[in-house]
């Protein structure tokens, strides 16, 4: 468990950071061609910022697993997961998806707070282990 944490934390903060660094100099670039928006460039620079903070949080799952009930921060590092994947990815398809040619991405807005809410149920998880310390 420790292992596939730790492994997803680290390509997922190097993805992250990419993807930010993409916002910050070729997303902005294609703002002219009408084809991605002001609105979609914050939207990113969102889920960017959402994909670093919990491939953080998850670099400290992978660290604390040992330290606490391993079943309920085991079940927190899953949910920082498909929070991630989720929550960031639906937000990096729908607001990219005229520039890079993809129709009809609307099926993908409500898995954004999908994501969302693994990310809060996560975060609950984490203070109920913090409650139930061994």
Partial sequence: MQKRFLVFSGFSGA???????????????KLETGLIT???????????????YHSIALLAVAVCIDKFNEKIISKVGYCFMAGI?????SLYLLTTANLIGLSDVRWLGPITPIGGLFFIVGWI?????GMKKR
Avoid: P, R, W
């Avoid at 994947?85 to 990815?89: I, M, N, R, W, Y």
């Fill in 15 to 29: 993805i992250g950071v990419a993807l930010g660094a993409m916002v910050a100099h070729l997303l902005k670039s």
């Fill in 38 to 52: 002001e609105a979609n460039l914050q939207a990113f620079d969102t889920a960017a910022k959402y994909q670093i």
């Fill in 85 to 89: 994947v989720l929550f960031s990815g």
């Fill in 125 to 129: 998880l984490l203070a109920f282990a």
